[in-house]
């Protein structure tokens, strides 16, 4: 059990190290507007995680699998809300940048957080293929024990991208370049939303 717990750590760890949606947004968010909106974006993710493990440990998971309407819902719900956010990126670099009280702030990145992993069909994916791998006959107690370790280890290396994202902020946000990089964001946010149409096209 205790081989088979590492062994799955750190397959988790290196797969959260392959740049995907939730490691972009992230970087994207906190690079524009700093560690925090990025670390209550993280929260929001980790949650978002948390909610896809119990729904895959308890089957409805797979069911969602095996209705492909229902899946090609979420996978275009999820493209779309991408473009979403590469439209508002584009549109806020047109704007100062708006005074966000912390309470209210938070709230808005934490939940913007949550939407992106719950309409992330790669994160349902992760816990319903790549999982049950090292758990071939497991309890749930078990199952919930893997999908905790996935998400404290995914919750840790976002947290470190937003961290050393978050540095560059004060330099891309400088009034001469918040056009330029609102430009390069909302480029970035459109590159991942088709990259997330084609890897779950199959």
Same mark, same amino acid.
């Given at each position: ?5 590492f062994?799955?750590?750190l397959?988790?760890?290196l797969?959260e190290?392959?740049? /995907?949606?939730?490691?972009?947004? #992230?970087a994207? #968010?906190? *690079?524009?507007? /700093?560690r925090?909106a /990025?670390l209550?974006?993280?929260c929001?993710?980790? !949650?978002g995680?948390?909610l #896809?493990? !119990?729904?895959a440990?308890?089957?409805l /998971? *797979?069911l ?8 090609q819902?979420? %996978?275009w719900?999820?493209?779309a $809300?991408?473009? $979403?956010l *590469? ?6 670099s047109r704007r100062p940048?708006a ?11 934490f939940? %913007?957080?949550l939407?992106?992993? #719950?309409?992330n069909?790669?994160?349902?994916l992760? $816990? ?6 090292f !758990?071939?006959?497991a309890?749930?107690a ?5 999908g905790a370790?996935?998400v404290?280890?995914?919750t840790s290396?976002h947290?470190l991208?937003v961290?050393?994202a978050?540095? @560059?902020?004060?330099?891309l946000?400088?009034?001469d %370049? %918040?056009?330029?990089?609102g !430009?390069?964001?909302?480029l970035? @946010?459109?590159g991942? *939303?088709i990259?997330?149409a084609?890897?779950?096209a199959?």
């Amino acid at each position: 059990m205790s081989a088979a717990l590492f062994a799955f750590a750190l397959a988790s760890f290196l797969i959260e190290l392959t740049p /995907g949606p939730n490691m972009a947004y #992230l970087a994207i #968010l906190s *690079a524009e507007r /700093g560690r925090a909106a /990025g670390l209550a974006a993280v929260c929001g993710v980790a !949650l978002g995680l948390t909610l #896809l493990g !119990l729904l895959a440990i308890f089957g409805l /998971g *797979a069911l969602v699998l095996d209705q492909p309407v229902l899946f090609q819902i979420l %996978r275009w719900a999820g493209v779309a $809300y991408l473009v $979403y956010l *590469a439209w508002e990126a584009w549109r806020d670099s047109r704007r100062p940048i708006a005074m966000v009280a912390p309470i209210s702030g938070g709230w808005r990145f934490f939940r %913007r957080g949550l939407i992106t992993n #719950l309409l992330n069909p790669k994160a349902a994916l992760f $816990y319903i293929t790549v999982m049950p791998g090292f !758990l071939p006959s497991a309890t749930s107690a078990e199952a919930l024990l893997f999908g905790a370790v996935y998400v404290l280890v995914a919750t840790s290396v976002h947290a470190l991208v937003v961290v050393l994202a978050g540095t @560059l902020q004060p330099l891309l946000t400088a009034q001469d %370049r %918040r056009r330029q990089m609102g !430009l390069v964001f909302a480029l970035m @946010l459109l590159g991942i *939303a088709i990259w997330v149409a084609i890897a779950t096209a199959g």
